[in-house]
């Protein structure tokens, strides 16, 4: 197999939910049609799409003393600020039409999905790097090791899917996120001598509080939409994801090689030769202060242990902010039981 293969097998997923569109879908007539935003939908493209740049070159590029992401970063800025102020202006037309920015369910919850997308993305990103480069498992290994966590989100999804219209979301969605964190504090005691235990347990409670979170808050965002928005709507959450997604991984990534260069420089602080616990036999083979090959050892081990420490704060951060979004709940007003006359009609 070649990494071809993450690309392709997707291809039978694909065609099955393709057959399913056709078969179970039904084209919905008679509803009221937006005229498209032929100037936002550009403006808004180009600034998502320099700033998906941005963010994926970002590193490779080392930020900001590269010509070519102060360029991207204008060409973002320049482009978001044209689309904001098309769509703050426009009479006629407006590729998001502003009653969207009226629904407070809409708003706290495409913030939230927005945050949630970022810690989907971030841990999906930082767990399988953590366990290849630093606790040497291969990569099929890593792969089995990561699964149970798909495993707790199907399991959350059909328990939600009989839940929903019985309890309130918002206790839904709270239950995932305290979950989450629950998850997200057990990560934050990953050690470089753990086994696959810890990674398996934190995993399934983990895709199973996110899995809590999915459908509540599309139900609570969009339940109050009228019905010739509701696609906007839906859009709308689908790109503040996968925005946060890739912000996410962005600023996690800088975070991680920023904090293991900054705790390398704190431990190697204390490897002096005139300091006795670096000395053997405390300090024993293959490490060594006196010869190149001890000094490469005890030099590839410091960073081990520094970005093992990274990871962890990575980690941290992300509990963090799961526990910063919790009061967000209070914004989000329960979903209506019945349509309003105008979604209806």
């Avoid at 996110?210 to 709308?236: D, E, K, W, Y």
Wanted: hydrophobic share 55%.
């Amino acid at each position: 197999y070649s990494w071809r293969w993450i690309f392709y097998i997707n291809l039978p997923v694909g065609v099955i939910a393709s057959l399913g569109i056709l078969i179970f879908i039904r084209e919905t007539r008679h509803t009221h049609r937006e005229a498209f935003d032929f100037f936002g939908f550009v403006t808004l493209s180009i600034a998502v799409g320099a700033l998906q740049m941005l963010l994926d070159r970002g590193e490779l590029k080392d930020w900001f003393n590269s010509t070519e992401i102060w360029v991207e970063a204008l060409v973002s800025g320049v482009f978001f600020y044209l689309f904001i102020v098309h769509t703050a202006t426009a009479r006629d037309r407006s590729f998001i039409n502003l009653d969207l920015l009226k629904s407070p369910n809409f708003m706290a919850g495409t913030v939230l999905m927005f945050f949630v997308g970022g810690i989907l993305s971030g841990t999906l990103a930082l767990l399988p790097t953590m366990l290849q480069s630093l606790m040497n498992y291969p990569v099929f290994t890593t792969g089995l090791v990561t699964a149970p966590r798909g495993i707790g989100t199907m399991i959350a999804m059909f328990v939600v899917g009989r839940m929903i219209n019985r309890v309130d979301n918002r206790l839904i969605i709270l239950t995932g996120f305290l979950l989450t964190v629950v998850s997200l504090w057990q990560m934050t005691g990953f050690s470089l001598q753990m086994g696959m235990a810890p990674v398996i347990v934190s995993g399934v409670l983990q895709g199973f509080g996110l899995g809590c979170t999915f459908v509540p808050l599309n139900t609570l965002a969009l339940s109050n939409l009228p019905r010739h928005i509701l696609t906007q709507g839906t859009a709308m959450r689908s790109l503040m994801r996968n925005l946060g997604g890739s912000i996410g991984i962005s600023i996690l990534e800088a975070l991680l090689i920023q904090n293991t260069q900054i705790v390398h420089s704190r431990l190697v602080e204390h490897l002096r030769p005139d300091n006795p616990l670096a000395q053997a036999p405390l300090l024993a083979a293959p490490f060594s202060l006196t010869t190149p090959s001890g000094i490469a050892a005890l030099n590839a081990e410091v960073t081990r242990q520094a970005a093992m420490v990274a990871y962890i704060n990575d980690y941290a951060l992300m509990m963090l902010i799961v526990l910063l979004l919790i009061p967000l709940l209070l914004l989000v007003r329960r979903a209506r039981p019945a349509l309003r006359p105008e979604v209806a009609r």
